[in-house]
C-alpha cells in the first residue's frame, strides 16, 4: 500500500467507496458556510479540495480506488467547519490546543510548496481539523471540570466534558452549511441531510452510504473524480 503524504491513513481512503447523488461538477461561488463569526468560501472549500485530491491521488491509484470530487468537497467542507468552530472555542473558553497540533500543521505544510499561500492555509486547516478539534474539545473539558471541581479528570472524562461544551456552543451559534453540501451540525456533530444517522466526521463516509449514487465513480470525469 503505498504511503499517504499525510503520514496515516489517507483521509480520502474511507470515502473511496461513497458515491454521492448527482455527479455534476460542483464547483460553486458564494459562501459554503457560516460557521459563527467566520465565513468559509466556497473558493476556500475548492482550493482545499484540490489540493487535497492532489496529495491523495497517487496513493489512491495505487489502491485501485476513485472518489467522486463533489465527495471530496462535502469532505473539505466539514473540516473546515470543525477547523473554523475549533478555533472559536478555544477563544471563547480561553484555552490553547496542544503542542501537537502546531506540530502537524507544520508537517503538513511542508508537503505544500506547489499550492498558494491561500490553498496552503486551508489545505493545513482541512487536514489538521479533527486533531485541532480533539485538542481544543480534551484542553476546554479539563478546564471545565476543574471549575466544577473536578481534580485529576481521566483522558475520556475531558474528551466527554468537551463534546459537550462543542455541543453547545454549536447550539449557541449559526453553524449553517450550503444545501448543496448535504450536511447539518447538531450537537456539535454533522448529519447527513433528511437522515436521523449524526455520526463524528471521521465516519462520515459510512454515514453518506445511503446517499450513494448507483453509478461508479469510475465512470466520472477526470475533472469530477479524485484518484
Known amino acids: ?67 467522486p470530487m463533489r465527495q471530496v468537497r462535502r469532505l473539505v467542507a466539514s473540516l473546515l467547519v470543525d477547523a473554523a468552530t475549533a478555533r472559536q472555542v478555544a477563544e471563547e473558553y480561553d484555552v490553547t490546543p496542544g503542542p501537537e497540533v502546531e506540530s502537524e500543521a507544520a508537517r503538513v505544510e511542508s508537503t505544500t510548496q506547489d499550492l498558494t499561500d491561500e490553498q496552503r492555509q486551508d489545505f493545513v486547516d482541512a487536514a489538521t481539523a479533527q486533531l485541532l478539534k480533539q485538542s481544543v474539545a480534551s484542553v476546554a473539558g479539563e478546564a471545565a471540570l ?28 449559526d ?34 452510504a445511503d446517499d450513494a449514487d448507483t453509478e461508479h465513480p469510475k465512470s466520472l470525469p ?3 473524480r479524485c484518484g
Open 1 to 67: 500500500m503505498s504511503p499517504s503524504r499525510f503520514g496515516r491513513p489517507a483521509i480520502l481512503a474511507a470515502a473511496a467507496a461513497v458515491l454521492l447523488s448527482g455527479c455534476a461538477d460542483t464547483t460553486f461561488g458564494g459562501v459554503a458556510a457560516q460557521v459563527g463569526d467566520e465565513q468559509i468560501s466556497m473558493s476556500q472549500v475548492d482550493g482545499a479540495a484540490d489540493a487535497l485530491c492532489q496529495a491523495e491521488e497517487q496513493t489512491l491509484r495505487d489502491n485501485g480506488q476513485v472518489v
Open 146 to 173: 476543574a471549575e466544577e471541581g473536578v481534580t485529576d479528570p481521566t483522558p475520556e472524562e475531558a474528551a466527554a466534558r468537551g463534546a459537550e461544551i462543542f455541543a453547545a456552543w454549536s447550539a449557541e451559534h
Open 175 to 208: 453553524v449553517d452549511l450550503d444545501p448543496r453540501f448535504g450536511l447539518a451540525v447538531t450537537d456539535g456533530q454533522f448529519q447527513i441531510a433528511d437522515t436521523d444517522l449524526s455520526v463524528p466526521v471521521s465516519d462520515l463516509a459510512t454515514a453518506a
Open 222 to 224: 477526470e475533472s469530477q
